[in-house]
């Protein structure tokens, strides 16, 4: 069974920073690509970002040019920097294994990110 173990949230104000880790289990870590998603209140999950096995990334718009999605295999974790926060950044965050499209696996508890206007 994967299991995901997401950390790093907290609270911020506009345009800080913060860092989410997720240590992966119960998979080969290095061939699986990956991803971020994120759900707001009263929203529905929505996805914000992937990495491959091979490090190819991508973005929602939303988030281009502040967030960086990056993967250390040998500790099997997924990080996310993400850099002038905007109030509506405000979410839990939430990583898994990604593929067509989706997502793979149950999820883990996920980690909230507020952010201060």
């Known amino acids: 069974q994967v299991q995901f173990v997401e950390s790093g949230g907290g609270l911020v104000q506009a345009g800080g920073s913060l860092r989410l880790s997720c240590v992966v289990s119960g998979t080969l870590f290095d061939f699986n690509a990956l991803a971020w998603y994120r759900q707001a209140p009263g929203k529905q999950r929505e996805l914000v970002t992937t990495i491959s096995s091979g490090g190819t990334t991508t973005y929602a718009d939303s988030v281009k040019g502040r967030f960086t999605i990056s993967r250390d295999n040998a500790k099997r974790t997924v990080y996310l920097q993400m850099n002038t926060l905007k109030p509506e950044d405000t979410a839990v965050y939430y990583c898994?294994?990604?593929?067509?499209?989706?997502?793979?696996?149950?999820w883990g508890q996920g980690t909230l990110v507020t952010v201060s206007s």
């Open positions: 898994n294994r990604y593929s067509l499209g989706r997502a793979l696996d149950a």
